[in-house]
């Protein structure tokens, strides 16, 4: 409140001196006080827009940066337990040569756990790691997106010269996955 009285001062106290100055001044004496107030309140009005907007976006990016901080906690949580189990399944799936697709009681575990996953992770904790960095909301949403995929493709069989590339996009989940966590294990540090 201070700084704003100290500000009205400094700026009447200018208007004075800047009117005085140019009714003195032979360049501009043909200046009326009106138009001399007119520029100053112009040139006060925009300065307070760009200074108020920039004051506005600073603390909505603080606000933003705190919603991400939250998020990264839940998300940490969520994802050690989902990217262990995504990451047991792609070694499953490797070691036996793809053959633990063929498993239809199996194949349909994995998709109901794969979508208990991408159903226990909020839209909101995805859009607020926009502000984390190292693209943390760029692999969190790859490795949902490509989680969801593995849901609809396990839904059926997969056909021999489909499963290499269904363990590539489980291997996929699971480097973004493990991406998203260590990201969110430091999110003091951002």
């Not at 009714?23 to 007119?38: F, I, R």
């Amino acid at each position: 409140m201070r700084g704003m009285w100290v500000g009205a001062v400094l700026m009447l106290g200018g208007m004075l001196i800047g009117f005085a100055f140019a009714s003195k001044v032979d360049a501009m004496a043909d200046a009326k006080w009106w138009d001399l107030m007119t520029a100053f309140g112009t040139v006060g009005a925009v300065a307070w827009a760009v200074l108020a907007t920039f004051r506005v976006e600073a603390r909505q990016h603080k606000e933003a940066r705190a919603r991400a901080q939250l998020a990264s906690v839940s998300l940490f949580a969520k994802l050690s337990s989902s990217a262990a189990f995504v990451e047991a399944h792609h070694k499953v799936w490797i070691k036996n040569e793809f053959s633990a697709l063929l498993d239809q009681g199996y194949r349909l575990k994995c998709r109901d756990h794969f979508q208990s996953v991408v159903n226990s992770i909020a839209r909101d904790d995805v859009l607020a790691m926009h502000v984390a960095p190292g693209n943390c909301a760029k692999h969190l949403t790859r490795g949902l997106a490509t989680l969801e995929l593995l849901v609809e493709v396990l839904a059926f069989e997969v056909p021999p010269e489909k499963r290499a590339a269904t363990v590539r996009l489980l291997g996929t989940v699971a480097v973004d996955f493990t991406t998203v966590r260590q990201i969110c294990k430091k999110e003091g540090a951002w």
